[in-house]
């Protein structure tokens, strides 16, 4: 079985959507939540806009989870 990927095409993907297709939050309510309450990181500062736009090299941090974007999405 493969790791499943996010088609983005070059496309940034937002922080809620990620956070969504890597299942760090339940629903988009869920990331919302998450996302305003400051409990993501993106690259190390606190994060609270749920359409910041995620690029390959930016890294996302959650309760002791770090993902790399660019193991998620495929140009």
Do not use: W
């Not at 988009?28 to 359409?51: D, F, P, S, W």
């Not at 930016?58 to 002791?64: L, N, R, S, Y």
């Amino acid at each position: 079985m493969g790791q499943d990927t996010i088609s983005s095409h070059t496309e940034p993907i937002r922080l809620d959507q990620f956070l969504k297709f890597t299942g760090l939050a339940e629903t988009g309510g869920h990331a919302k939540l998450l996302i305003q309450n400051g409990e993501i990181q993106v690259n190390g500062e606190v994060e609270t806009r749920r359409r910041r736009k995620l690029h390959p090299t930016d890294i996302v941090a959650f309760c002791g989870n770090t993902l790399v974007v660019a193991d998620y999405v495929k140009s």
